[in-house]
């Protein structure tokens, strides 16, 4: 186990800027104060003491807009010289159509990977980043997603242990823990002057062979282990996970019931934007003139048109179902396909929606035997 | 208009050296303001050549939202123009035109827009003398801007 | 203030036991102390879920709107604040909320608090919030406690509110609070330091706050007169208003055609900025479209059930434009 | 499933080509489609045409293969993609076919689209019809209007290993005689002896001397016996409904009834996530799943 001392971060991240962006949590300076990662610059302290950032890094691996293809026709024999056209009559020209048949394309599809370091992201946040891996990298015989993949490895995630969950924080339910190493490849506990950090993967190795760390203390191991119990401690019991599957499978149908936890959901898509582990997204096409890209962005299950079809029939019209989905994915499709939960108990989506849908509520009600007649908690 | 014709007809020579000059959208309503633009036109009155012109059927069909795509595409200024109230093809779509108008005309400059890149005014038919008048005045203020340095739209 | 919560609880215990509404949407507390939310009462035999205090922000007739009703023809009960029930007013005034089918419970009030504004005073969490008279105490979850005035809590539109008692109810819990004095206008505070920037450094400003926008949409999902739903512009390929991609010029884009989509019939509720996740400032923008509505007009939205929205009628003698 | 298959897979397995069915140099970017030159459409009916198209490469188009009942993503650069069925016959070396109704943006810019144009295709996908476990069996496809497009190429390989099953029967209808497809392989059914071809219209039509008669009815009319049967129907979700009663009233086990299924799809790839059915994605998934299956999951089609 390393130490590396207070003083020393600044000089730790300095040097890891050198070879790949740093990204960090920092609070904005403008009224509002969010603390959200960003790209770290010298003399931007790190802002750990607020538990968590307003979305997760997610961001930072899969971005919630990616140009992933670019395509150019020409036209056979063009010169690249513009016609001159009279302008201004847009009524006149319907007979272009037949000038375009025979063009050339070329199309090429973009990669983009520069190494990057995400510092101070917390164990939630790395877990459900091992959660995305699955889907995006072939876990049970599915396909390998290129632009996902390039990015992950070629990130490297420090992570840092809470110091103090919040009320909302669930992730010890989902087997998680304050001090996670889900995902992570190097975990730096607070401890008195700095932190105690492991090494867990070879690119935790790599990191910190830095001449910032020291060999940590045998006192600031003990310490580290005891901050790492206290911590795990703090985070309130929010739900068992047995049956939680077979339950929400048997209460599919029951629609009153979805119908009363769903019906302050204003059917935004808040909850999935700064959920750690919702991956869902769509993918459109932008061209102008004859150049373009196709371009994929986050989608989310209450958007209308993720599942609206082009004869208008939709198969989750209502927002019961589209919020029925919501944690049935979670907490039933997603472990069927994958073996793990897509939830790693951040409780972001509790603290951010606008009308506090309680993510632990929905999961305990329709995630335990319904009773057919009242239904409700006795 | 189809997706390819768009894409075909709207190559123009500005938009591809980085010394382009200005692009101004003109959004005529079809009965009177169009018209105008037509006989200034046929009467062979000298106006700027840098204006696109956007015909709709009313300038009551136009969406404020229609000025602030032009801009976010890059336009450097949009002039719309329709009949003078009291003379609309369809008796009152240009009252309603007119509050909508005014609103945006009012909030343009708080959108990060230099109010001189926008205009709104009435020219009939027959006013090809003050078609040419108006094209002339707001694209000369326009060039006097420059091209617009983008930022939010 | 617990007079007027013993208030709600009555008339919606009444009108849920006499058949009057299928349901009654109030206020109650979430998953803390500290958290209010929207609450549906279905039994009479449950009203006491029902809470009245200053940490009731949301606007509820955001429930009434095209689609949010879960059965079509379900009988509502609703509480408003005065600000809501000029959102209420807007829907009236465009026939898209049946006066029949709602029961409208007007809730006096005399200011909300920003919640976000006490979480920022604490380094940890905060979970529970109490009042007393104009005394708030905020306990954070490490058992840290504060006092605050709510005075100095208050989001800004209720300082500067015309209509602390409700424009449109069909009963009101409790008396009425002292409507306010001074002038007779609007009061347009806080946009000034907006509008003293330059063109460029508005521009700039734009740009820097909706780089943050997510494309959640909870500002549009959250807001009462914004009702297009599935079908709203902004989703459509052709034409292309708005793009997928994430960039401030397309999401300013996505702002500005929700902006000019509720000109007229925005009262400036506040609930678009108070749902942002990275909270743009929203109601900023709102506001200053009322204020130019109301320089052009004297127009207000949301007063008059009988009034037509500004945009959607015109005046011959509108005093403006060109000759 | 094997455990090698359950684990994660990084770029070292992609270069060997451990996960995608495309052939090819693209292999490995299971997002990026082949450029394919369209070099014949024929207008099917007054809406549908099919597309006749060739990938530019000429390894990918000697090396691609598909089972029948896969699908592709057909596109066009700059509007977007659509999942189609693969038409052709899988033994047609010469190019992928692929029928398209002119409905949305994608579909109207496939219609567009003369010969000569470029599009890009991302196929084989899905899984296929398990034609093999069928053999020995009587086989009956029962389809309505563009339905026909999703079992072509299955009907394509039972008729070219037309020993290795006994009895075939198609019912095919569609609402005039205008809107049936396929006019030539209706002509190749109708002049077999090993076929037995149903073609039906909804109503009578001028010059149409043929059977009149919603399928369902003509399915109850003909009341195949469900003894050693697969059915296998396709068409619009109207006709499947009462096409399953039917199958139900002539004591079709769920396990006898296949369909093929389609949803909104982005990725087609089991990635982007809105085409599931609960658990199942209907493009990694399906789109091929028996009745038997469609039971065990949520109903949300």
């Not at chain 1, 513009?82 to 000038?99: F, I, Q």
């Not at chain 3, 979480?119 to 058992?143: H, N, P």
Request: glycine residues 8%; contains cysteine.
């Amino acid at each position: 186990m390393k130490f590396l001392a207070e003083d020393k971060l600044q000089s730790l991240l300095k040097e890891l800027a050198n070879a790949a962006q740093v990204v960090i949590p920092a609070r904005a300076e403008d009224a509002e104060g969010m603390v959200s990662f960003r790209a770290w610059e010298p003399g931007v302290e790190p802002e750990l003491d607020v538990l968590l950032t307003r979305q997760s890094a997610k961001e930072f691996i899969f971005k919630q807009c990616e140009e992933y293809l670019t395509y150019h026709y020409t036209m056979e024999g063009e010169t690249g010289v513009p016609e001159e056209e009279e302008e201004g009559s847009p009524g006149e020209d319907e007979d272009g159509l037949e000038e375009i048949a025979h063009e050339t394309l070329r199309v090429e599809a973009r990669v983009e990977a520069p190494p990057q370091v995400l510092f101070g992201l917390r164990p939630c946040d790395a877990s459900g980043l091992v959660q995305i891996d699955n889907v995006f990298s072939g876990y049970g015989g599915f396909y390998f997603d290129p632009m996902y993949n390039a990015r992950r490895e070629a990130t490297t995630i420090l992570a840092v242990a809470c110091a103090e969950p919040r009320s909302t924080c669930f992730c010890t339910s989902l087997g998680g823990s304050p001090s996670g190493t889900e995902g992570v490849d190097a975990l730096f506990t607070p401890v008195e002057g700095g932190f105690t950090v492991e090494a867990l993967t070879d690119k935790g190795e790599e990191l910190v062979k830095s001449s910032a760390f020291v060999d940590a203390e045998g006192s600031q191991e003990e310490a580290a282990a005891k901050v790492k119990e206290e911590i795990e401690g703090k985070v309130d019991e929010a739900f068992g996970l047995e049956g939680v599957r077979e339950n929400l499978q048997a209460n599919f149908e029951d629609t009153e019931g979805w119908d009363e936890l769903a019906s302050r959901c204003i059917s935004c898509g808040t909850c999935t934007y700064v959920c750690p582990n919702c991956y869902c997204f769509n993918i459109t096409d932008h061209k102008v003139e004859t150049s373009g890209e196709r371009v994929r962005t986050w989608d989310n299950c209450f958007n209308p048109s993720y599942t609206l079809e082009t004869s208008g029939h939709n198969p989750r019209a209502s927002k019961r179902n589209r919020f029925r989905n919501r944690f049935s994915h979670k907490f039933w499709y997603y472990p069927e396909k994958y073996d793990s939960l897509l939830c790693s108990g951040c409780g972001r989506c509790i603290t951010h929606c606008p009308v506090r849908i309680d993510l632990r509520e929905v999961v305990r009600e329709m995630g335990s035997p319904r009773v057919a007649a009242s239904g409700e908690e006795a | 208009m189809t997706e390819k014709t768009e894409t075909k007809q709207s190559g123009d020579t500005a938009s591809k050296d980085g010394d382009r000059g200005i692009k101004v959208i003109g959004i005529l309503c079809n009965w009177c303001s169009y018209a105008g633009a037509d006989s200034a036109g046929t009467a062979r009155l000298k106006q700027p050549v840098d204006l696109r012109i956007v015909r709709t059927p009313c300038t009551g069909r136009i969406d404020p939202i229609f000025a602030l795509k032009a801009f976010e595409k890059g336009a450097d200024g949009v002039l719309v123009s329709g009949c003078h109230p009291g003379d609309c093809h369809y008796a009152e779509g240009n009252y309603y035109a007119r509050r909508r108008l005014e609103l945006l005309d009012r909030l343009i400059p708080h959108l990060g827009i230099e109010p001189e890149r926008f205009r709104y005014t009435w020219v009939s038919a027959s006013e090809s003398k003050r078609w040419q008048e108006v094209v002339t005045e707001f694209v000369g203020k326009v060039k006097q801007l420059g091209p617009r340095e983008r930022r939010a739209l | 203030m617990s007079e007027r919560q013993a208030e709600i609880r009555e008339l919606a215990k009444a009108a849920l036991s006499e058949g009057r509404v299928d349901y009654f949407i109030g206020w109650g507390t979430g998953y803390d102390n500290s958290q209010i939310v929207p609450v549906f009462v279905r039994d009479a035999g449950e009203v006491d879920e029902l809470v009245w205090n200053p940490l009731a922000q949301h606007n509820l007739s955001v429930y009434l709107k095209r689609k949010m009703p879960e059965s079509p023809d379900a009988k509502i009960g609703v509480c408003v604040k005065g600000c809501d029930s000029r959102t209420l007013v807007s829907l009236l005034q465009e026939e898209l909320v049946d006066p029949e089918q709602i029961y409208v419970v007007g809730v006096p009030c005399d200011g909300v608090i920003n919640r976000r504004a006490v979480e920022k005073e604490f380094s940890g969490e905060v979970v529970d919030i109490l009042f007393d008279g104009g005394r708030v105490t905020a306990t954070s979850r490490d058992g840290e406690s504060k006092e605050f005035s709510r005075e100095d809590l208050l989001f800004d539109h209720c300082r500067s509110c015309r209509y602390p008692n409700p424009l449109y109810q069909d009963d009101s819990a409790g008396d009425p609070v002292p409507e306010p004095e001074g002038e007779a206008g609007p009061i347009w505070e806080s946009l000034e330091e907006f509008e003293a920037l330059s063109t460029d450094q508005k521009s700039a400003r734009l740009e820097e706050v909706f780089s943050t926008c997510i494309r959640c949409f909870a500002c549009i999902h959250v807001c009462p007169v914004c009702y297009c739903w599935d079908q709203c512009v902004c989703r459509s390929r052709k034409p292309e208003l708005v793009s997928q991609k994430v960039e401030a010029k397309e999401n300013l884009m996505f702002q500005m055609i929700h902006m000019f989509h509720v000109a007229g019939r925005c009262p400036s509720c506040g609930a678009c900025d108070r749902a942002c996740p990275v909270e743009i400032p929203l109601y900023l923008l709102h506001r200053k479209m009322n204020q130019e509505l109301h320089d052009m007009l004297g127009f207000e939205a949301g007063v008059d059930v009988e009034a037509k929205p500004a945009l959607q009628t015109f005046d011959v003698e509108d005093p403006f434009g060109e000759h | 499933m094997a455990e090698a298959q359950k684990s994660r897979l990084t770029f070292a397995h992609v270069e060997e080509g451990a996960t995608t069915a495309r052939a090819g140099k693209n292999a490995g970017n299971p997002y990026l489609p082949e450029v394919a030159t369209v070099k014949e459409i024929v207008q099917e009916t007054p809406n549908i045409k099919s597309l006749r198209v060739t990938f530019d490469d000429a390894e990918v188009m000697e090396n691609f293969s598909f089972a029948p009942g896969q699908v592709g993503q057909l596109g066009v650069f700059g509007v977007g993609e659509s999942t189609f069925a693969i038409n052709s016959s899988p033994y047609d070396k010469d190019y992928l076919q692929f029928s398209v109704m002119k409905a949305g943006e994608v579909t109207t810019a496939l219609h567009d689209l003369t010969v000569g144009d470029k599009v890009g295709v991302r196929a084989p996908m899905g899984c296929s019809f398990p034609v093999e476990e069928w053999k020995g069996k009587k086989i009956l496809y029962i389809m309505g209007g563009i339905g026909a497009a999703a079992l072509r190429a299955t009907i394509s390989y039972t008729l070219a290993h037309r020993d290795d099953y006994q009895d075939i029967t198609i019912i095919y209808g569609a609402r005039t005689p205008q809107d049936l497809t396929y006019m030539y392989d209706i002509e190749d059914w109708e002049a077999r002896e090993d076929v037995n071809a149903l073609i039906t219209v909804d109503q009578e039509a001028p010059e149409w001397d043929g059977r009149v008669g919603f399928v369902p009815a003509v399915l109850e009319e003909e009341a195949p016996s469900p003894k050693d049967t697969i059915a296998i129907t396709c068409g619009p979700p109207i006709m499947i409904k009462f096409v399953l009663q039917s199958l139900e009233k002539l004591q079709f086990a769920d396990e006898q009834i296949y369909t093929t299924l389609e949803k909104r799809m982005k990725c087609g790839i089991g990635i982007c996530g809105r085409c599931n059915l609960g658990p199942k994605y209907v493009c990694v998934d399906g789109p091929v799943f028996t009745m038997a299956d469609l039971r065990e999951l949520p109903d949300e089609l």
